[in-house]
């Protein structure tokens, strides 16, 4: 299958030029500086007007399956035990299996939210929150826990791949503010204040067809200023079916500028390492790109970012 990669992309961002996008950035966010950051969107009357997405009642998963083996994207991959009586021992009575796991969270392949302790830029954490409340025993402020009962609102799905035409975009490329837009016009749906915007750029399918490469040094995500189409639009959230950062990176000096503008000064839980390629196709059926998402992260109360399975329901 043919590929894609733009010959010349937008313009990298030199230190100067990302501190100035960094400040407009978040002072547009100054309403989401709180302790939730960007869920203060999420009030229950966006909640209700988000379940009106609902006409068919199909549920469909955006994570990939937790993945046990080691590759060039996973060297670190979660370790799964099973303890339970073997064989012969399990023929009468009663007995339970039981497993274990333990998982690198914030690693290049398993689905996940990174909580707004998640990113230390110049000191700080999001809303100037001291660096000093991220210690090795875990972090006591901005964690995970602020998602506790849910992150529930009206989820969008803008699918770039589909926009150039093309199966998926090579690594290094980049997403910019005007596919973002010009998306919502193919796909004709409008992405408005409060809603969990997913950005496909064809990760996981380039990856199923061509195999794992090593992610962490080459892969697609959005431009840095593709953050201001976010701030426009005031999401609650933004997740990817990659890093939702592209590398190598576009900005002199930072290597992750897209979490560090949404996270940091934006206040937005992001979601790496989804998979569209269940969702897209039924979308595509339907002619609708908008659904109910349903995100459940587990109860970590220090940790900076939990494993999930965000659920889209049609």
Do not use: K
């Amino acid at each position: 299958m043919a590929t894609h990669a733009r010959p010349a992309g937008p313009p990298g961002l030199t230190e100067d030029e990302f501190g100035a996008l960094y400040r407009r950035l978040l002072a547009r966010a100054a309403w989401a500086a709180g302790a939730r950051g960007a869920l203060d969107a999420l009030t229950p009357a966006r909640v209700v007007a988000a379940t009106r997405e609902v006409r068919t009642g199909r549920t469909i998963t955006l994570a990939a399956p937790v993945e046990i083996r080691p590759g060039p994207d996973n060297p670190e991959p979660a370790r799964h035990t099973m303890s339970g009586p073997a064989g012969s021992d399990a023929a009468r009575g009663l007995h339970f299996a039981r497993d274990g796991f333990a998982m690198n969270v914030h690693g290049d392949a398993d689905s996940h939210l990174d909580a707004l302790c998640h990113v230390i830029y110049d000191g700080t954490l999001h809303g100037g929150v001291p660096a000093s409340t991220v210690m090795a025993g875990g972090a006591t402020a901005l964690t995970v826990e602020a998602a506790r009962d849910g992150i529930v609102g009206r989820g969008v799905l803008l699918d770039i791949p589909r926009l150039r035409g093309v199966p998926w975009l090579e690594p290094g490329d980049h997403v910019t503010a005007d596919d973002l837009t010009a998306a919502e016009t193919a796909q004709h749906v409008r992405v408005t204040d409060g809603d969990l915007l997913f950005v496909r750029v064809g990760h996981r399918r380039r990856r199923a067809e061509l195999g794992a490469w090593h992610a962490a040094g080459e892969r697609v995500g959005l431009h840095p200023s593709a953050l201001e189409f976010l701030a426009d639009r005031r999401v609650a959230v933004l997740g990817g079916d990659g890093n939702n950062d592209t590398a190598p990176s576009s900005t002199e000096g930072v290597d992750f500028p897209v979490h560090v503008l949404a996270i940091h000064a934006m206040g937005l839980h992001l979601l790496d390492y989804l998979q569209f390629e269940d969702l897209a196709p039924v979308c595509e059926a339907e002619g609708r790109w908008s659904f109910l998402c349903v995100i459940a992260p587990l109860r970590l109360p220090q940790a900076t970012g939990s494993p999930v399975n965000p659920i889209a329901v049609l």
